[in-house]
């Protein structure tokens, strides 16, 4: 069964980094789109980054310049590296992969900024 296993959340103060990790478990076939979403307390989920099989990327303004999204394709597992957070970033974020037409969404993992 094929599985996503997320890592990397955490509390960190303002202008702190964190790298986020997610791994596709299970021996699974062609994975397509990879990305990473987040939810706020109060708000809709929503995108921070995508990164395409051919390792196009696209990133939410908010983040932008301050995220960096990047896969291994060897390993099945997908990254955010997050830089100058910010108290606005705190959220938990969600690791979503497309594995041909399916769709798989990670349990989470809680980022937490403090100013």
């Known amino acids: 069964q094929v599985q996503l296993v997320e890592s990397g959340g955490g509390l960190v103060q303002a202008g702190g980094s964190l790298r986020l990790s997610c791994a596709v478990s299970?021996?699974?076939?062609?994975?397509?789109?990879m990305g990473w979403y987040r939810q706020a307390p109060g708000k809709q989920r929503e995108l921070v980054a995508v990164?395409?099989?051919?390792?196009?990327?696209n990133v939410a303004d908010s983040v932008k310049g301050r995220f960096t999204i990047s896969r291994d394709n060897a390993k099945n597992t997908v990254y955010l590296q997050m830089n100058d957070l910010k108290p606005e970033d705190t959220a938990v974020y969600y690791c979503?992969?497309?594995?041909?037409?399916?769709?798989?969404w990670g349990k989470g993992t809680q980022v937490t900024v403090s100013s």
């Open positions: 979503n992969v497309a594995v041909l037409i399916v769709t798989l």
């Open positions: 299970g021996s699974p076939s062609r994975i397509n789109t």
């Open positions: 990164i395409s099989s051919s390792d196009t990327t």
